[in-house]
């Protein structure tokens, strides 16, 4: 059983940066591959970034150099810090927990647990 609580969403001006957190619970004797994904309205979701338990870690290429996924596993806590805002990142974000899964993938079907999203706002 997996819950995921996200914060951290909220409106900023392009150029400008947001760190978004999501308390992971988990019951695993290994944690499971967690990734953030986004979506707009009408739009289908995207994934943005993953990480597994090794910490490797991929990214969509509309994110590299600009996005970071980390993990703080004492706390278990998951972030992704978001650098270079621009409006066509406005969305809702979520965080996702894939268990049984020990590897990194951004294929939204391979989650089987999610937060309830949190909102970023991009102005131009």
């Known amino acids: 059983l997996v819950k995921l609580v996200e914060s951290g969403g909220g409106s900023v001006q392009a150029g400008g940066s947001l760190r978004l957190s999501c308390e992971v619970s988990v019951r695993s004797y290994r944690k499971p591959t967690l990734a953030w994904f986004r979506q707009g309205p009408g739009n289908e979701r995207e994934g943005v970034a993953s990480?597994?338990?090794?910490?490797?870690?991929r990214y969509a290429d509309s994110v590299k150099g600009r996005f970071t996924i980390s993990q703080d596993n004492g706390k278990n806590i998951l972030y992704l810090q978001m650098n270079q805002l621009t409006p066509e990142d406005s969305d809702t974000y979520f965080c996702a927990a894939a268990e049984g899964l020990f590897y990194v993938t951004l294929h939204v079907s391979r989650y089987n647990a999610w937060g309830q999203g949190t909102q970023v706002t991009v102005s131009s």
């Open positions: 990480i597994d338990a090794d910490g490797d870690t």
